[in-house]
């Protein structure tokens, strides 16, 4: 069977993970927002926050998409290579995904006791997290359990809607897929950057130092991408 999938197959997943992530992000700082509304209100800083917030959250997923395009359109064009594609998009969607809500479901303790989202330092410097969690688990248990239940809820809705079963059950066009690498690849770049002229570095957590209230500037950022910062920053200078 010499079937194949247009481009459009694997790009509609990808706008679904984009719209998501922006989605609940946009959510999660809102509630931030309305939990410190009176920083943000004595700094006049309602808009910046929300909008310096989308550049962070473009860029997350800037991160997190690129590896994703760059494999599932390389190994999706090929039959010999087609199950290596579905299974790395469907792992890479899936870890981007639980990344984010994890990184957000830790984020109140962090922003409650240290008036910051937590990044690898901050998680590194945890001596004893199982003891850590159970305190927090105790200190915290209805929040806790409202928020790790919408985690796994919100998890499953997304796997399904992902449709493992149907997903890249032929191998991709290599008439459409080509743009769409090379044009998604283009797209997560410039959301990491942030800006078009590769002569300055890519966006980083202290672009967000708007504002002279500390928590203001970090409900702008985002968890997941501070802690993803520290990691790739190194190779995109």
Known sequence: MNSTLPATHLLRHFALFLFTVLFLLTMTRAAYVLWQFPAVLESNSLLPVFLFGLRFDLALVGILLLPTILLGCLFGMFRATRAIAKGLVAFLLIFGMSLVLLAELLTPYFMAEQGIRPDLPALSAISDPVSTLASLWGAYLIPAIIG???????????????????????????????????????????????QINPAIPPLSPSDAAFSSETVVNEIATNSAYKMLYSVVSPFLR
Do not use: D
Request: charged share 15%.
């Open 148 to 194: 790790t239940v919408l985690v796994v809820l919100i998890i499953v809705a997304y796997i399904a809607r992902l449709e493992l079963s149907r997903m890249l059950r032929f191998r991709l066009s290599r008439v459409s897929t080509p743009f769409l690498l090379i044009i998604g690849l283009i797209l997560c770049l410039w959301a990491v950057y942030s």
